[in-house]
């Protein structure tokens, strides 16, 4: 038995955020009623369908029109009995649908409401689109990022959208855990700005104590050297020598003894003080190792090492496979597929993935039957085009 196998969340987002929020939920049992727009939200086309396919797992989908009053009805309908309800849009979009939490809680005073946007539901930019890059932007964390002489770059993949969803679901739990308590529901609000600045946290308190702004150290780090990526004969590895007694054993096996003899290199503060000297001198003595032979030397040393994997030599990492992170399933449109699964293992539950991203409209009848929605008011729902069933053909060709 999942966790969550008793909560209903009624899911209105779109994108990431808010996906990847419910995905969580639904791996963990809720039962999640996805809502979409007749052409399908618009992530079911970027990066090759596969975005969605990975954070729609486990979802029941529908598509309804909530722009019209029978539209409307449907989701206030599935808001009465349901538990959570999620959104994503700008604020203010789902106040003018008559969706907005004061109208929902009207008929569901202990639903929890949470809403995602780029900037929260208060302050002068509430009304702004906001998006993951914009919060690594206004944040701080993209001019943190990059090489030195580089421009600020882009993180690699979609942190903070990922990361307000996570926030988001635990914000959810504390407060399906506090209408345990108190029978109240609640609003929870996150924004993917503060989302990014929260992960920004000890350069703020950094900035508050000495004044000093982060730099852009490319895979190296402001705190520690030699602490970065070196090249070998034949691929990079990231080396971190981050104490006294790790530099002693990495100079003594490397045959850079000499070093230890220098006062300017005796201290980490110091090596970071002249790290511009200290790593051409490392990177010159790497060089001429093997990755492989580099990486086993360190190993014997108990100095952290990484390897650089690509996404392919992810999936097939003896770790990654012992632990179970990544796992296949069967989709109609796509076959079989690689996700990720529920990152979090606990010894007495599962971490299952049960059902693959819905097609369009693949529940909309069966979810409005279970609102008693007769057999014939369903099909005239959808001549009016206030909902859409999965086409027939729908299984065999990409949406």
Not at 2 to 18: M, N, T, Y
Request: contains cysteine; proline residues 7%; aromatic residues 8%.
């Amino acid at each position: 038995m999942l966790p969550l196998e008793d909560i209903r969340v009624l899911d209105l987002s779109h994108a990431a955020a808010g996906p990847y929020c419910s995905m969580l939920l639904a791996d963990m049992g809720a039962e999640v009623v996805k809502i979409e727009p007749a052409h399908g939200e618009h992530f079911r086309q970027v990066l090759g369908s596969s975005i969605f396919v990975n954070l729609n797992r486990n979802k029941r989908g529908i598509v309804v029109n909530m722009a019209t009053p029978e539209g409307k009805d449907i989701v206030l309908k599935l808001a009465h009995q349901s538990d959570v309800m999620l959104e994503s849009f700008t604020p203010g979009s789902v106040d003018r649908l008559g969706l907005g939490y004061e109208a929902i809680k009207e008929s569901n005073p202990g639903i929890i409401y949470a809403s995602i946007s780029g900037f929260g539901q208060t302050g002068p930019y509430r009304d702004r689109p906001g998006y993951d890059v914009v919060a690594q932007a206004m944040s701080g964390l993209m001019l943190a990022t990059g090489t030195p002489d580089g421009p600020p770059v882009r993180i690699g993949t979609s942190l903070i959208d990922f990361s307000a969803g996570l926030f988001v679901a635990f914000g959810i739990i504390l407060a399906l855990r506090n209408r345990e308590k108190t029978g109240q529901g609640c609003r929870v609000d996150m924004s993917l700005l503060e989302t990014a600045i929260s992960w920004m946290n000890y350069w703020v308190t950094y900035y508050s104590m000495y004044q000093k702004l982060p730099q852009r150290w490319g895979s190296a780090h402001e705190m520690f050297a030699p602490y970065q990526v070196f090249a070998t004969k034949d691929k990079p590895i990231f080396v971190g020598v981050s104490t006294n007694k790790f530099f002693e054993a990495f100079c003594r096996a490397f045959g850079l003894e000499h070093l230890l003899e220098e006062e300017k290199f005796s201290t980490n503060e110091l090596r970071c003080q002249h790290r511009d000297e200290l790593v051409p001198l490392v990177a010159e003595a790497l060089k001429n190792y093997s990755s492989q032979e580099l990486l086993a030397k360190l190993e014997e040393l108990g100095i952290p090492n990484a390897p650089l994997l690509n996404i392919d030599e992810v999936i097939e990492h003896p770790q990654v496979q012992a632990r179970d992170i990544i796992a296949d399933m069967e989709h109609p449109l796509y076959g079989p597929v690689k996700m990720t699964k529920f990152p979090v293992h606990m010894s007495n539950m599962d971490r299952p993935l049960r059902a693959p991203a819905p097609l369009l409209g693949e529940h909309t009848e069966e979810v409005l039957l279970r609102l008693d929605y007769s057999p014939a008011e369903i099909e005239a729902l959808e001549q009016k085009g206030v909902i859409l069933r999965a086409r027939k053909d729908q299984a065999t060709r990409p949406v």
